[in-house]
């Protein structure tokens, strides 16, 4: 497939995303495929000014109905790449420039304009923000969150433990039976890491969940990162911190204003992004 990749500066074609890769396409196993891959959200507003108090007053007194308006936002542009079995790979830009939207389409929780993703097995999307209930108790949560992943009673009596000492979240008291909404954000954010790092996954995408960890379960995160990278699939993982990302992946997406600007080994591309920051 014709997926090349403009770099929106210079306007050079990269080539390929088998060129990119390296690597004879028959000693790997794909395991994610974008194939131009566009995503416009559609935000439905109202007309009268971009939300002013003069323009919020003068409808007030004028007594008119606001005009509904639609904007469209052009989130992901024309990305394509494939990933492989058995890679770390990390997504960087500045905010707002696609890489959670990217991550939602792949995990099919984000439906794409026009291009395809195709993926093997079901992908998992893990984020901050993953759903834990914040009035139950972490131990409930733990269960809760294990079944929902698709293990099974046993299983999650089997691993239960091991994500709680691995969440860390008990070193200071019995935290593990209290409501999550006593949890702080960093137990709440280890808590959903350790529930979903203790299944294998055939692509497992994180999206920020490890930035509010300290540094032992960082350190935790990237080893079991090691893990399911030999025992599963694919890793994609989404950072602000540009450290973790370093230590952590093989090989790195750079997505800027929702294009695909460079695909690499870690060390190019990020040096290269920490150059164009500096500029």
């Known amino acids: ?3 090349t990749t403009t770099d929106t500066t210079t306007g050079t074609t990269t080539g390929t995303t088998a060129d990119r890769v390296h690597a004879p396409a028959d000693t790997r196993v794909p395991t994610v495929i974008a194939d131009n891959v566009h995503i416009t959200y559609k935000i439905v507003g109202t007309g009268g000014g971009r939300g002013s108090a003069t323009a919020a007053l003068s409808r007030i007194f004028n007594r008119k109905k ?3 308006g639609i904007r469209e936002v052009r989130a992901v542009r024309g990305v394509s790449f494939i990933a492989y079995k058995g890679e770390a790979i990390g997504l960087i830009g500045t905010n ?3 890489k959670s939207t990217l991550l939602s389409a792949i995990a099919g929780l984000q439906p794409v304009e026009s291009g395809r993703i195709f993926s093997h097995g079901q992908p998992s999307l893990l984020g901050v923000n993953a759903a834990l209930m914040n009035d139950l108790t972490g131990e409930r949560n733990v269960i809760l969150g294990g079944l929902a992943m698709g293990m099974s009673k046993q299983q999650v009596q089997e691993r239960y433990q091991g994500i709680v000492d691995f969440s ?7 935290f593990i039976s209290l409501p999550m909404r006593t949890y702080s954000s960093g137990m709440g954010a280890r808590l959903r890491f ?4 203790a299944k294998d996954h055939d692509v497992l995408m994180i999206d920020e969940a490890l930035a509010t960890g300290d540094a032992a379960f960082q350190r935790r995160s990237q080893r079991r990162i090691e893990e399911l ?3 599963a699939g694919t890793v994609f993982l989404v950072s602000h911190g540009i450290g973790t990302i370093r230590e952590t992946c093989d090989r790195v997406l750079w997505l800027e204003h929702g294009v695909l600007r460079m ?3 870690t060390k190019e591309v990020c040096d290269a992004y920490e150059e164009f920051g500096r500029q």
């Open 1 to 3: 497939m014709a997926d």
């Open 66 to 68: 606001p005009k509904p």
């Open 96 to 98: 707002g420039s696609g």
């Open 168 to 174: 860390g979240i008990n070193e200071k008291g019995d």
């Open 194 to 197: 350790s529930i979903a790092a």
């Open 229 to 231: 990278r030999k025992t």
């Open 263 to 265: 695909d690499g080994p």
